[in-house]
């Protein structure tokens, strides 16, 4: 019998297997367990990616229905909350395709100048210290979160997935259909933009 304790969790103490086997013999209060403990964090993983809270509780809605149905092709290699992560990612990700194309700002115009023998326009200069309380580490949060923002759609969403949401290459190619090197590729162009704009900010000698 599942208890209102059993989560998703990979807590010390929660019967995994159990809980798995209780998911897929359609356990009411398992399911409504699932719900309730991993709700918050996959709804965060949403909202990273769409930036819409409507269309992010649209898109954990459909992750769940998604994972009721095919909870039992779920094999068990993963943790359970590793896989309704990757279900929730795929669900953003789909409404994100969805979406009427924009204009986007060129990343041309986000990366750094080079000069002709290769040397950067703008020296790169050290960054300050990391910020020492909470209150400095939230506002350094929401700084590098409002310009990640600032990054076209397409490389936007490589950063979130591979640097946020920490998936591999290849998972991050297989969600959005592209070709690995294209992520790598993607990823490396989106770091370089996010850094300049960053940069400002924290290089040594900024107020």
């Not at 750094?112 to 960054?127: Q, R």
């Not at 592209?178 to 850094?195: I, N, Y």
């Amino acid at each position: 019998m599942t208890t209102p304790e059993t989560g998703a969790s990979a807590a010390p103490d929660i019967d995994e297997p159990a809980f798995l086997d209780a998911l897929k013999r359609g356990d009411d209060r398992a399911f409504e367990t699932l719900v309730r403990d991993r709700s918050t964090a996959l709804l965060a993983v949403t909202r990273r990616i769409l930036r819409n809270d409507d269309e992010a509780n649209d898109a954990l809605q459909e992750a769940f229905l998604s994972a009721f149905k095919a909870i039992d092709r779920f094999d068990g290699k993963s943790k359970l909350s590793t896989w309704l992560h990757r279900i929730a990612i795929n669900a953003a990700l789909m409404k994100l395709r969805k979406r009427p194309r924009s204009r986007e700002r060129s990343i041309e115009d986000l990366l750094p100048e080079y000069l002709e023998d290769g040397h950067p326009v703008e020296p790169s200069t050290g960054w300050n210290q990391l910020p020492s309380t909470e209150a400095e580490s939230r506002e350094t949060g929401e700084l590098v979160r409002s310009t990640i923002d600032e990054l076209p759609e397409t490389y936007r969403t490589v950063l979130m997935l591979r640097d946020i949401e920490g998936l591999d290459t290849a998972e991050t190619a297989d969600m959005l259909g592209v070709k690995p090197g294209a992520v790598k590729v993607r990823l490396h162009r989106a770091r370089q933009a996010l850094r300049a704009l960053l940069d400002p900010h924290f290089r040594e000698g900024a107020a």
